[in-house]
Antibody, heavy 113, light 110 residues
């Protein structure tokens, strides 16, 4: 069974940066699109970014374009989300997911002064 | 960007049947939207119940089923159990690999 184990997150001031990581326990990680999804406090799920199997295609929700970067390292079965120029409205729990089936446990990102 | 609509809340009696729906502002939902249904219980990570309209995972209880109904994606729960009380989200795929979540349905079993 695939497990997605997340790390990173925490408290950061507006304008700051954070990097989220997601390590997959199964070697077929490289065969799937991967996704970051977030959930603001008390709100619903919001798709944030997608990355193709080989990293050649990346897509972002408009609100994070130019500030967030999704990447992957298939040799390490790992997914990343580099978040720059963070805003208060980016405060959320961030989930990595192979949406077809598996989700990470979530990482809380709090942007506050 | 498309807007995906779901009932904000529904209530079902234990043992009863309820259908949650998922519509798209762009028109009828079809199998080409590859509808997903995702369950989330309070304080827990989400998990995927249904993919590609009707397909279940090994962990999906048999009482859940997915379909297309009247131009929408639908999730039917037959024989509701107390543990089915949760938020349910649909996810539709659109061109350009930018999927959109619905706002979620809070299901109460009462």
């Amino acid at each position: 069974e695939v497990q997605l184990v997340q790390s990173g997150g925490g408290l950061v001031q507006p304008g700051g940066s954070l990097r989220l990581s997601c390590a997959a326990s199964e070697i077929t990680f490289s065969a799937y699109w991967m996704t970051w999804v977030r959930q603001a406090p008390g709100k619903g799920l919001e798709w944030v970014a997608n990355i193709k199997q080989d990293g050649s295609e990346k897509y972002y929700v408009d609100s994070v374009k130019g500030r967030f970067t999704i990447s992957r390292d298939n040799a390490k079965s790992s997914l990343y989300l580099q978040m720059n120029s963070l805003r208060v409205e980016d405060t959320a729990v961030y989930y990595c997911a192979r949406i077809h089936d598996y989700w990470g446990q979530g990482s809380l990102v709090t942007v506050s002064s | 960007q498309a807007v995906v609509t779901q009932e904000p809340s529904l209530t079902v009696s234990p043992g009863g049947t309820v259908t949650l729906t998922c519509g798209s502002s762009t028109g009828a939902v079809t199998s080409n939207h590859y509808p997903y249904w995702i369950q989330q219980k309070p304080g827990q990570a989400p998990w995927t119940l249904i993919y590609d309209t009707t397909n279940k995972h090994s962990w999906t209880p048999a009482r859940f089923s997915g379909s297309l109904l009247g131009g929408k994606a639908a999730l039917t729960l037959s024989g509701a159990q107390p543990e089915d009380e949760a938020d349910y989200y649909c996810l539709l795929s659109y061109s350009g690999a930018r999927p959109v979540f619905g706002g979620g349905t809070k299901l109460t079993v009462l």
